[in-house]
């Protein structure tokens, strides 16, 4: 079936430092892929989502590129702040009217 | 806007207890969902609800019961506590069912504990 593989679980940073989460995900076609962030004692909120072979989503200073050919879609930002403390979920929504499958979550920590 | 209301925030059981989480949604959403989240497995999902009079089973539905009672609520219940159980239950809704575009929006959590 399909599945969604992040392959960091926790990612420790200082502020101004790159941020990079890895998400690999297998299915078949041109699923949905998904960004979601969780906040200390909130749901998990939608921050952006791509479509098609090499969009682009952005919100809040975090990016991802789908890229269909090495089954990726990595959350980047260039500079972290304290405030991006949270743990960041991918997800993907496959043909056919599926839910969202989730990845196990990257937990991530920005010291001041 | 709109929220959704999980009631309780925490709730602490006995094993073999039966238990029952209720969420609330004003989006006028379609859709409603129970995922269940646990330490480094992620959101999986229990069940879901595409519209009013639908229940459908998710992965993890074994030991779990649900109930959409109208548009705009929709329970879980957890069958039989599991000692030591201790999990974060998410419920979130989206507009409709299918559409890749769909966002969900998610509660804040029920927090089960199980003595």
């Known amino acids: 079936g399909d599945s969604v593989t992040q392959t960091e679980g926790q990612v420790a940073l200082s502020e101004e430092d790159f941020l990079t989460i890895h998400c690999n995900y297998s299915a078949s076609g041109y699923p949905a892929l998904f960004w979601y962030v969780q906040y200390p004692g909130e749901g998990p909120q939608f921050l952006f989502r791509a479509s098609r072979d090499k969009e682009k989503g952005s919100s809040r200073g975090f990016e991802a590129t789908y890229n269909k050919e090495a089954t990726s879609f990595h959350l980047q930002k260039a500079s972290v702040q304290e405030s991006d403390s949270a743990v960041y979920y991918c997800?993907?929504?496959?043909?056919?009217?599926?839910?969202?499958?989730f990845g196990t979550g990257t937990t991530v920590s920005v010291s001041p | 806007g709109g929220i959704i209301t999980q009631t309780p925030k925490f709730l602490i059981g006995q094993e073999g207890q039966k238990l029952t989480l209720k969420c609330q949604q004003n989006?006028?959403?379609?859709?409603m969902y129970w995922y269940r989240q646990d330490s480094g497995k992620g959101l999986r999902l229990i069940y879901y609800?595409?519209?009013?009079?639908?229940?459908q089973k998710g992965d993890l539905s074994e030991g779990y019961d649900a109930s959409r009672e109208k548009k705009s609520s929709f329970s879980l219940t957890v069958t039989s506590a599991q000692k030591n159980e201790m999990a974060v239950f998410l419920c979130a809704s989206s507009i409709n069912w299918g559409g890749s575009q769909n966002t969900l929006y998610f509660g804040a959590g029920t927090r089960l504990s199980v003595l």
């Open positions: 989006f006028n959403h379609d859709t």
């Open positions: 997800a993907l929504s496959g043909k056919g009217g599926r839910a969202l499958i």
């Open positions: 609800s595409i519209t009013e009079n639908d229940l």
